[in-house]
T-cell receptor
Framework: DARVTQTPRHKVTEMGQEVTMRCQPI?????VFWYRQTMMQGLELLAY??????LDDSGMPKDRFSAEMPDATLATLKIQPSEPRDSAVYFC????WGRGSTDTQYFGPGTRLTVL | AQSVSQHNHHVILSEAASLELGCNYS??????LFWYVQYPGQHLQLLLK??????LVKGIKGFEAEFIKSKFSFNLRKPSVQWSDTAEYFC??????FGAGTRLTVKP
């Protein structure tokens, strides 16, 4: 049963520290999304990649957030420096987009980030 | 820009009541529409999706949704809810932008 995995599942850090979250998409999926979920803002799309190329990162604060896909099996979301307002659950999702595909996202379990 | 709006922030129902959650979208291109569910403490799971064809889409767990192009709507329905349907429900459009979500609480 293929699943999206995310590490760490929980992260508590202090303001100003660097935070790196990792995501392993389902093998064969060509599209990876990063979302942030908070009570106030709901589910926000931060960025997404297709075939490892960033397609849209307009939802991401550029000054402190960065997202990359070093290879097809790993996506990373980095916050440097972190701030208390970054506290949220960060979800990664992957899917297969294109002709004949399902265009459906499969979500990972999320990383719960707390910045003190 | 594409947008999705969900009218109801929090819906409270008794078991066996019928459910309808509203979703309206603003999008000019080919419309792919989705409903996801997030059970407490869990990640999002796909309930159903519409790409083309029959505008009445049936999903898992007895849910269905109807695409009404003239109203730009894709409302989620279930004829009889159960306590286990307590969750947050999200509508999404083709570029994977989600609505704010509707929290459903079903009282036993």
């Amino acid at each position: 049963d293929a699943r999206v995995t995310q590490t760490p599942r929980h992260k508590v850090t202090e303001m100003g520290q660097e935070v790196t979250m990792r995501c392993q998409p389902i093998l064969g999926h060509n599209t990876v999304f990063w979302y942030r979920q908070t009570m106030m803002q709901g589910l926000e799309l931060l960025a997404y990649f297709r075939n490892r190329a960033p397609l849209d990162d307009s939802g991401m604060p550029k000054d402190r957030f960065s997202a990359e896909m070093p290879d097809a099996t790993l996506a990373t979301l980095k916050i440097q420096p972190s701030e208390p307002r970054d506290s949220a659950v960060y979800f990664c999702a992957s899917g297969l987009w294109g002709r004949g595909s399902t265009d459906t996202q499969y979500f990972g379990p999320g990383t719960r980030l707390t910045v003190l | 820009a594409q947008s999705v709006s969900q009218h109801n922030h929090h819906v409270i129902l008794s078991e066996a009541a019928s459910l309808e959650l509203g979703c309206n979208y603003s999008y000019g291109g080919t419309v792919n529409l989705f409903w996801y569910v997030q059970y407490p403490g869990q990640h999002l799971q796909l309930l159903l999706k519409y790409f083309s064809g029959d505008p009445l889409v049936k999903g898992i767990k007895g849910f269905e949704a109807e695409f009404i192009k003239s109203k730009f709507s894709f409302n989620l329905r279930k004829p009889s809810v159960q306590w286990s349907d307590t969750a947050e429900y999200f509508c999404a459009v083709v570029d994977m932008r989600f609505g704010a979500g509707t929290r459903l609480t079903v009282k036993p």
